[in-house]
């Protein structure tokens, strides 16, 4: 069982950054494949990037790839994604999720979720 918990959403204006945290409970993050996710309003969720079990291997989403950084502290339990040159087509809720290997920018196939942060761009 793993439980996360996201942080660092906020308004921002366009070219902006703001860095996402999300921290997972338990002993066993290291073991789990990490991936970000968000949800416009009226919108279906989407994949946004995800890191392996060691931080060795990433992939993002074509939209976000060159501006996003999504990186882990496995001694912290933490995820992050670091977001530069925000764009107002980036607001939406956030969302971390955890799965075993390996990762995948499938939304089903994660496991766990966090309840979601709120990053705004305004233009």
């Known amino acids: 069982q793993v439980q996360l918990v996201e942080s660092g959403g906020g308004l921002v204006q366009a070219g902006e950054s703001l860095r996402l945290s999300c921290v997972a409970s338990?002993?066993?993050?290291?073991?789990?494949?990490m991936g970000w996710f968000r949800q416009a309003p009226g919108k279906e969720r989407e994949f946004v990037a995800a890191?392996?079990?060691?931080?060795?291997?990433?992939d993002y989403n074509e939209s976000v790839r060159g501006r996003f950084t999504i990186y882990r502290d496995n001694d912290k339990n933490t995820v992050y994604l670091q977001m530069n040159v925000l764009k107002p087509e980036d607001t939406a809720v956030y969302y971390c999720?955890?799965?075993?290997?390996?990762?995948?920018?499938?939304?089903?196939?994660?496991?766990?979720w966090g309840q979601g942060t709120q990053v705004t761009v305004s233009s």
């Open positions: 890191v392996s079990w060691n931080g060795d291997s990433n």
């Open positions: 999720a955890a799965k075993q290997p390996p990762y995948t920018d499938y939304v089903e196939a994660y496991e766990y």
């Open positions: 338990g002993r066993t993050f290291s073991s789990y494949e």
